[in-house]
């Protein structure tokens, strides 16, 4: 039996959304304080999405993204990139919206995860070919990777058979209308040299790429 009951979960948002941000943030707080962390145990989780499509910022909103936050014996998450998350070693990651989008709504576990990255790299690769240099949407990340096993055994818990934090937040996950039309792999990752012209140059715009 898991934490998160995935039968009781409904979509409540857009990736990248506030209410969807909130409902991660609220699942990923309560399976950690299931899992009787050390008391001196600190970690911090933040995904902020750049070049996010303005709907999800109405409110006067920052930023598009959700934490989760392991400290002084409290564990606690919501909407947003906090600096007091940020200072604290941990998962911290930045990426354009539109690069993370619509495969995050994809089920996997390990064997689907290793195919959405292999369709992440052709799908970079493509688009390096198009614009004719590298890299052209990566954003600086705020520092190294820390994903201990004490977070990850929690966290990821039943992913090969549905449950984990990833499946947990891909059910929670409303289909943005921008990739609706676009061809998409199997794990949802665009499929860029298969659009067409007209396709190709919307989702460079998405990505906020400079031609």
Not at 119 to 131: D, F, H, L, N, S
Not at 169 to 181: C, G, L, N
Request: with cysteine; glycine share 10%.
């Amino acid at each position: 039996m898991y934490v998160i009951d995935m039968s009781t979960l409904e979509p409540v948002g857009e990736f990248g959304s506030k209410e969807w941000g909130e409902a991660c943030a609220a699942a990923s707080v309560k399976i950690l304080e299931a899992a009787n962390l050390p008391k001196d145990f600190e970690w911090a989780f933040t995904e902020c999405y750049t070049h996010p499509p303005a709907r999800l910022m109405e409110g006067g909103r920052k930023q598009a993204g959700y934490y989760i936050l392991v400290k002084n014996g409290k564990i606690s998450g919501g909407d947003g990139e906090p600096e007091e998350a940020l200072a604290v070693p941990g998962f911290h990651i930045r990426a354009r919206w539109a690069a993370l989008c619509n495969q995050s709504g994809a089920f996997y576990g390990k064997e689907g995860g290793a195919k959405r990255r292999e369709g992440e790299q052709v799908m970079r690769a493509a688009i390096e070919k198009y614009v004719g240099r590298e890299n052209p949407y990566g954003e600086k990340q705020p520092s190294e990777m820390y994903w201990p096993e004490t977070i990850s055994g929690p966290l990821m818990a039943g992913s090969e058979e549905g449950n984990g934090l990833h499946n947990i937040a891909a059910t929670m996950q409303i289909q943005s209308p921008e990739f609706v039309d676009f061809p998409v792999t199997e794990m949802r990752v665009p499929i860029f040299d298969e659009m067409t012209e007209e396709q190709k140059q919307a989702f460079i715009k998405l990505l906020a790429i400079d031609m």
